[in-house]
């Protein structure tokens, strides 16, 4: 399955975005579901990981509170809806699956797809 994901930009902090992540080559229903970041000269970290069923979901504590993973198998997409950003938010995102959400936040990761960038103004 390959993986796009897309809804990035600038945007100031306080804003919202809301990314999106589509799949083509296969079906995400699958698969657990992951978002992650790198922000420039830092590691890549795990944002947020939704069951392959939308039944769970987990957040880095960084997110908490802010960001919400969703998904629509029907439409074979995963969504990020990111709120109250703040500048440390800035960083391009990623999505990817897994075989659980616990497994993808333990960075075991099945696939990659390309990422977007967001941009946090202060």
């Known amino acids: 399955v390959q993986l796009q994901a897309s809804g990035g930009g600038l945007v100031q902090a306080g804003g919202s975005l809301m990314l999106s992540c589509a799949a083509s080559?296969?079906?995400?229903?699958?698969?657990?579901m992951g978002w992650f970041r790198q922000a420039p000269g830092k590691e890549r970290e795990f944002v947020a990981g939704?069951?392959?069923?939308?039944?769970?979901?987990i957040y880095a504590d960084s997110v908490k509170g802010r960001f919400t993973v969703s998904r629509d198998n029907a439409k074979n997409t995963v969504y990020l809806q990111m709120n109250s950003l703040k500048s440390e938010d800035t960083a391009v995102y990623y999505c990817?699956?897994?075989?659980?959400?616990?497994?993808?936040?333990?960075?075991?990761?099945?696939?990659w797809g390309q990422g977007t960038q967001v941009t946090v103004s202060s």
């Open positions: 939704i069951s392959w069923n939308g039944g769970s979901s």
């Open positions: 990817a699956t897994g075989r659980s959400a616990a497994l993808l936040k333990a960075n075991l990761i099945s696939s």
């Open positions: 080559g296969g079906t995400l229903s699958r698969y657990a």
